[in-house]
Every structure is written in structure tokens, then in C-alpha cells.
């Protein structure tokens, strides 16, 4: 099969498809790989290297998918690369569809086979594609949101985790699944007083278990929720629903219950965000503020941390793209059932419920 690698366009985007590594890999087993040029400097890897590694450094983005059988990306393709995508070509990468009926639609058109990284699953139901990715924006949640906090950010001018005499900062973190779990034991590490919230009571018993004294957990209600903003400094919102758009838990009236300057790091702004004031930021310009509220809603939180992002995502990633490049897509989704729940549109039809009712199709 011949693997396209483009160079990814997303406002501050670092991140890259395929490592050296994994071109090494593919090109052993006979396939044969494109990248282009300078796709990989944001992550630290050179043309050289990805040359050493077999690959074959085309110049433009153009060329990348006129060539290629297969896309190999980060985040989902945007507006100008819509007419570059050809009619059976695999495009396997993130997408969120539910947040973007463009983005849908074009998909739609396209007669393209769409494989998204965030709903392949597992039959224990975990995500493992968008896991690796899901943990670095919760720890990233709580440093974006601990800078944020400072008053010539905007925010109230608390440190997160107090000093001796001085009371740490409350955080609360709405969603007790990876990146919720993974932004608790950050917020706690640094000394904060943390509330995790869930409506899964199986999964709140476990956090009790395993989180230290500082967090407490608490079953997630509209009342808990409201009870909570009035003292809280930081909230972080970490709720997934699989590939379908996320609850608003926080309106737009609840912001007058919170203090001037309290930070607000929406982790699911890529499924619609579950804060409703919340709108896709960039890295260039993270946030905005509402009613004295700092909110944080960049949508490709880990693209800030490419070295580390790439290869947490890669490493996950490369045995799927293997079993696609050799079997196909169709027998690799007959074989793999995780591969399978995550083949979203192929033949111009939609085939996930849960973006499918976001948009009524």
C-alpha cells in the first residue's frame, strides 16, 4: 500500500502522523511511505531521518494525497485540503465529527473511507487511540489552567496549591474517565483541593480508592454542580459521550455564580465542549473572557506538546495503520472489531449514531 504522510495546517499544530520509526516498520513490510516535506519538525524529526527510515520526502501537500492509497494524519482534515482527497482513499485520523457538520458533509462527498482515531474501541469500551492523547491534554489541562490563574492572565491571582498557612485553590473536574482522571492526580499533585465528578458510581468508587486525600469525589448533578462554582478557582471539563457532541453541564447563567477570574479549561471543546459558552480557541490565541470568566478552549490541546504528543500517539496508532496497509480496509475491519467501531464513512453514507443523530441524518 502507499502511505501519504501531509504536513499537518491546524493554527499551531505540531504534531505528525507517522515517527521515522514507523516508516521503518511499513516500509520492512513492503509498503511504501510519502511524507512531506518538513512534516515532522515540529516533533523534532527531520526529513533525513524519515529519508534513513525509507520514506520518500514529497514537496507539497498536493502531491502527498494524489499519490497515496492511505492518509496517515492528526486532526481532521480542514477546508483547503477537501478537494485533495480522492474517492476510496483511506484517511485514518481524528476527526470529531460531531463537531463540525462541515466537516461532515464534505466527508460525505468524498467517497472517502474515514477511519477516526477517537471512536475505535475496544470491547471493555476504552479508547485506545484517543487514551494517549486524552492524558496528555488532562495534565496539560491543569497547567494551562494553574498559568491562568495568575492575575496578569486575567485570572484571580491564586496559586494553585496554597503555601503553609495559605489555603490551596479549589479545582473541580467534570468527567471521571481518562482525562479527568489524568488532570485530578495533576491538580492534587500540586497541592489543590480537588472535586472529581461522574455519573458512573463504579468508576467514582474506583477514583476513591486510588486518588489521594486531597481529592474527594462527588456523583455529578445539575444541583452538585451549581452547589459547587461559587468556591471554585479552576474547573476543568473532561465529559466524553463516544463520538457524539457533549453535554453543556455549565450554561451560560451559571458564570454569575462564579468569582471574577475563575478559569475554565473545556478539554471537550473537540466534541462541542460541555461548558455552553464555550467555542474552539487556538494556541495562538487560547483564550477569551466571559462575564469575568477566563476561558481556556483550545482544540488541540496536545499539538502544544509535539515531542511528547508523537509519540504518545504514534506508538498507539502504528498497529492499526499495519493491519490496514496489509490487509485493506475492509478485511482489516472484519478482522479487528476495535478497527471496525471506528470506520465512520465509507461509499458516501454516515455509519456512527452518535454524529448521526448530532446532526439529524
Partial sequence: MIIGVPKEIKIQEFRVGLTPAGVQGLTANGHQVYVQASAGEGSGLSDAQYIEAGAHILATAVEVYATADMIVKVKEPLAVEFPLIKKNQILFTYFHFAASRELTSAMLSSDAVCIAYETVELADRSLPLLTPMSEVAGRMAIQVGAFYLGKPQGGKGKLLGGVPGVKPANVLVLGGGVVGTQAAKMAAGLGANVIIMDTNLARLRYLDEVMPANVSTQ??????????LPSVDL????????????????KRDDLKKMAP???LVDVAVDQGGCIETCKP?????????????????VANMPGAVPQTSTMALTQATLPY????ANLGWTEACIQ??????????????????????????
Fill in 281 to 297: 480557541t487556538t494556541h495562538e490565541n487560547p483564550i477569551y473572557e466571559i462575564d469575568g470568566i477566563v476561558h481556556y478552549c
Fill in 321 to 324: 495503520v499495519h493491519l490496514l
Fill in 235 to 250: 474547573v476543568v471539563g473532561a465529559v466524553l459521550l463516544h463520538g457524539a457532541k457533549a453535554p453543556h453541564l455549565i
Fill in 336 to 361: 479487528n472489531e476495535a478497527l471496525n467501531k471506528g470506520l465512520t464513512i465509507y461509499d458516501g453514507k454516515l455509519f456512527h449514531p452518535g454524529v448521526a443523530a448530532t446532526f439529524n441524518l
Fill in 219 to 228: 456523583f455529578s448533578t445539575s444541583y452538585a454542580i451549581q452547589e459547587a
Fill in 261 to 263: 477570574g475563575t478559569v
